[in-house]
C-alpha cells in the first residue's frame, strides 16, 4: 500500500506574509477559495501570524469577518491558523481569559486546527491555548521552534514532544522558522521522534536557503505525515516549496498525496494574476525571491534579513550589513539561545544592530531584551551569564513565574472601555490585541465620517 503524505498550503497566509508583507485581501481570495476546497490538501493555513494586523493597518478589513467570508466558501478542507501561544497574534503576553476568549471565537468562527508555538518552546507559555483548543473542539497542533544551538539536540527537541503528548496535543509542528533544517538533521529528528510518539508530524519550513525541497524529501522518507508548500506562484524564496512540484515528484516515488492536479493548476492560474498585480504595484520586493544561503550560517529568518537591511538603510548605514549578521550569533548566544522566531528575532535584531551602530556593545538596550533577560516573556532555553544579567538589568530581580501569572484578567475592562464601539466579542478581542488599529476602524464602522472636521459655515442671506 503507498505511503501517504498530506499538504496543507500556505497560499492564504505564510505565503503571501513572506512575500508581499500580507497584502492580499479576502477579494484576492475568495474567486478561487472553492475550487482550493476541492484540490484534496489536508488542510488550508489562512489565518493568524500577521494576516490579524495586516488587515486593519493595510486592508480596512475585519480579520474576523475574513474567516467567516473562508469558512463560507471552504465547507470540506479544515482551516488552519498560526498563534502565539499566550501572545496570541500580538507581540506581548495576554492575561488568560484574553486567550480563551480568542480560541472560543476563532473555533467559532471558522478554524479547525490552531498551530500553537511559543518563541521560547517554553511550554508553560503554551498552557492556557492548548487547554482552551481542547475545550472548544479545535485540534491542537503544537510546535516546536526549530533553532540551531549546543542546547536545541534532537534529545531537546524529543523531550518537548514528549511533554506536548501528555498536555493534550493532536499532532506535532516542527516549525523550521529560517529555514536551516538540513536534509540529514530532518530525517534524524523525524525519526527521533516517531520512535517516542504516534501522533501526526507535520513539517514548515522556507525556501529560503535552497535546500527546502530536500529537506521535505527527508522528512517524508521518515514518516513525516504532512508538509507545509505554496501553490507555484506563491512558493519558492523567503515563503515554502511549491505545492504542484513536489506533489509530482512525491507521487513518482510512490506516495500518495490525494491531490488533484487539474484543480492545482487552475489555482496557480489564478495566483499568477494576483502576484502579478503585485508585482506592477511594486509590494513583491524582487530580494524576497533570492537564495540566501548565509541563512544557514546566520540562522537568520528570511524576513528578519529584509528588516535589519531596511532599518540600515534608514540610518544610512548598508555598509554595517555583514557586520550586523556577524553580531546576531553572538547576541543571541549572550540571551540563551532564543529560537529567531516573533517576537524574539525582530529583539535579537535590533540589538545586534544596535551594538554595531553605537560602536559600543549593550551601550543602547531595548526596553524588550530588558523585559526579556528579566523572565517577562519566559524561561531562556539557554542559561544567561550573571554578567550579561548585570550588564542589562542591573541588580533587578528575575522573575522565575509564568509571566501570565502575573497579568490580571481584562475582558471586562476592555468591554468597558469600548462602550457601544463593540457590537461582538469579535470587537474587544480586536480591541485587545490591536488597540490603536481597532479604534479607528471600529469607530468608521460606527460612523463613517468620524474624521471629518465640523466646518463652520457662514450663510449669507
Not at 12 to 26: E, K, V
Not at 257 to 277: C, M, P
Not at 320 to 349: D, F, H, N
Request: charged fraction near 30%.
Amino acid at each position: 500500500m503507498a505511503k501517504k503524505v498530506r499538504f496543507t498550503d500556505t497560499a492564504l497566509r505564510d505565503a503571501h506574509q513572506s512575500l508581499i508583507a500580507t497584502r492580499m485581501s479576502i477579494e484576492d481570495m475568495l474567486p478561487i477559495l472553492e475550487t482550493m476546497d476541492e484540490a484534496g490538501y489536508h488542510s488550508l493555513e489562512v489565518w493568524g501570524g500577521a494576516t490579524f494586523d495586516a488587515c486593519l493597518r493595510y486592508l480596512n478589513e475585519d480579520p474576523w469577518e475574513r474567516l467567516r467570508e473562508i469558512r463560507k466558501h471552504v465547507r470540506k478542507t479544515k482551516l488552519q491558523m498560526l498563534l502565539r501561544g499566550q501572545n496570541l497574534l500580538g507581540y506581548k503576553h495576554y492575561p488568560d481569559d484574553v486567550v480563551e476568549s480568542f480560541i472560543e471565537r476563532a473555533i467559532k468562527n471558522g478554524i479547525d486546527i490552531i498551530r500553537v508555538f511559543d518563541a521560547l518552546n517554553d511550554l508553560r507559555n503554551l498552557k492556557t491555548a492548548v487547554k482552551a483548543i481542547k475545550k472548544y473542539g479545535g485540534h491542537a497542533q503544537m510546535c516546536i521552534c526549530y533553532t540551531i544551538s549546543e542546547i536545541h539536540t534532537n534529545e531537546y527537541y524529543v523531550n518537548l514532544v514528549k511533554e506536548m503528548e501528555k498536555m493534550g496535543a493532536d499532532s506535532i509542528a516542527i516549525k523550521d522558522m529560517a529555514g536551516i533544517i538540513t536534509p540529514a538533521t530532518t530525517y534524524s529528528l523525524i525519526k527521533d521522534i516517531k520512535s517516542v510518539t504516534k501522533l501526526p508530524i507535520v513539517v514548515h519550513t522556507h525556501a529560503t536557503s535552497g535546500i527546502a525541497e530536500m529537506t521535505y524529501l527527508k522528512a517524508v522518507e521518515a514518516g513525516a505525515d504532512i508538509i507545509d508548500t505554496a501553490i507555484s506562484p506563491l512558493s519558492g524564496g523567503t515563503s515554502q516549496p511549491a505545492t504542484e512540484s513536489l506533489a509530482i515528484a512525491l507521487e513518482e516515488l510512490g506516495y500518495e498525496t490525494g491531490l488533484d492536479h487539474d484543480k492545482l493548476k487552475e489555482i496557480a492560474e489564478h495566483f499568477k494574476q494576483v502576484k502579478e498585480e503585485f508585482r506592477n504595484k511594486g509590494v513583491l520586493n524582487p530580494k524576497v525571491m533570492d537564495v540566501v544561503p548565509d541563512t544557514l550560517t546566520y540562522q537568520v529568518p528570511g524576513g528578519m534579513l529584509s528588516n535589519l537591511l531596511s532599518q540600515l538603510t534608514e540610518a544610512k548605514k548598508e555598509d554595517k550589513y555583514e557586520e550586523v549578521l556577524k553580531e546576531v550569533p553572538k547576541v543571541r548566544a549572550e540571551l540563551g539561545y532564543p529560537p529567531l522566531v516573533t517576537p524574539l528575532s525582530q529583539m535579537v535584531g535590533t540589538q545586534a544592530l544596535m551594538n554595531v551602530i553605537s560602536g559600543e556593545r549593550y551601550k543602547m538596550i531595548p526596553k524588550e531584551i530588558k523585559d526579556y533577560v528579566k523572565g517577562l516573556y519566559g524561561k531562556s532555553p539557554g542559561s544567561i551569564s550573571q554578567e550579561m544579567k548585570e550588564k542589562i538589568i542591573g541588580d533587578e530581580e528575575v522573575l522565575d513565574v509564568r509571566p501570565a501569572d502575573l497579568l490580571k484578567p481584562e475582558m471586562k475592562n476592555l468591554k468597558k472601555e469600548l462602550g457601544d464601539l463593540a457590537e461582538s466579542t469579535e470587537d474587544v478581542l480586536m480591541y485587545a490585541l490591536f488597540p490603536q488599529l481597532a479604534l479607528p476602524y471600529l469607530k468608521k464602522r460606527k460612523d463613517p465620517f468620524c474624521d471629518v472636521p465640523v466646518q463652520n459655515v457662514t450663510v449669507i442671506y
